[in-house]
């Protein structure tokens, strides 16, 4: 059967829903319902999504979605479709960039707006040091001293296990769940399904269904759609092959798709070096 709404764990489709002007109403609620905000974001601003270091020689940072609310905190929102080595680091690194461009030239008393990264990933960490967070789908981080308690506030990591997402249609109880259940299973909706009462999960379909796009959309998309699902299947086999060398199978697909070198590297994890070798 022919797919009626997109695939968002593609770049594309991930990025219509939550990336563009018209759907900031989109993540505003989405965001709303994940984080563990005192108070509701209001109004969200989209930010350049290339940060650069201040050094040359500094790597540069690309963000599928960066914004900031109308009290100057920041979000930075990232679709993970594929494991890859130091993953957690390159979280990390990711938002030492909101937090060093809030410093102000001259005088200035260090107090920082909060940044929020947001990991929504297609696979799961299979790393727990403990058994009852295995098959738990939302992750919070925040720095705690030696006895559990939080040392700093304005800076949280949340990831989001999707396979671990299990809920039926009927277990749905909070508006996290409605957010996750659409994000897991939109690729297979012929029609909304009846949980989805709400004017914004309407404009969340709307934006979703291919039969609204022009011929420029279709086509970005289905290019999209192909490095998905070729990633898909060169990751099945990465692990059997070597990891160096599915890694390079995924870059060749991703070159061949006319993907960027840091897009490449983003997914891979490979040196543009090793790219280039490719």
């Given at each position: 059967?022919k ?23 989109l993540?505003i609620?989405f ?8 108070n509701?974001i ?24 960066y914004?900031?609310?109308e ?10 479709k594929?494991k ?15 937090i060093?461009?809030?410093a102000e ?16 990933l ?13 098959g738990e789908?939302?992750?919070?981080i ?9 040392f ?6 949340i990831?989001l ?7 039926l249609?009927n277990e ?8 996750l259940?659409f994000?897991k ?15 914004i999960?309407?404009?969340a ?7 609204n796009y022009?011929?420029?959309?279709l086509?970005?998309?289905?290019n999209?759609?192909?490095v ?11 692990y059997?092959?070597?990891l160096?060398?599915?890694k390079?199978a995924?870059?060749?697909s991703?070159?061949i ?5 840091l ?15 490719i």
């Open positions: 059967m797919a009626k709404y997109i695939n968002p764990f593609t770049d594309f489709g991930f990025k219509k829903i939550f990336g563009e002007e018209a759907s900031k109403p993540l609620d965001l709303n319902a994940l984080l563990p905000l005192p509701k209001v109004d969200l601003s989209f930010k350049n999504t290339e940060q650069l270091g201040k050094l040359d020689i500094e790597r540069k940072a690309v963000y599928d979605i914004c900031e609310n009290i100057g905190e920041k979000f930075i929102v990232e679709l993970q594929a890859q080595n130091y993953f957690k680091e390159r979280t990390i690194y990711y938002s030492t960039f909101p060093r461009e809030q030239k001259g005088k200035w008393d260090y107090n920082l707006k909060a940044v929020y990264c947001v990991g929504i297609d696979f799961t960490f299979d790393d727990y040091e403990t058994e009852p967070e295995k789908v939302v992750h919070t925040r720095l705690k001293n030696q006895n559990g308690k939080t700093y506030e304005k800076l949280t990591y990831y296990e999707m396979p671990n997402f299990k809920k249609e749905l109880s909070t508006r996290l769940d409605k957010w259940f994000i299973n939109l690729e297979d909706f012929q029609d909304i399904p009846t949980i989805f009462t709400e004017e999960f309407n404009q379909f709307e934006k979703a269904e291919l039969a022009n011929q420029v959309e086509d970005n998309y289905e999209s759609l192909k998905y699902r070729d990633l898909n299947g060169v990751i099945d086999t990465a059997e092959e070597g160096i060398d599915g390079k995924i870059a060749k991703l070159k798709n006319g993907y960027s070198m897009e490449i590297a983003k997914v891979t994890g490979l040196t543009e070096g090793e790219i280039n070798e």
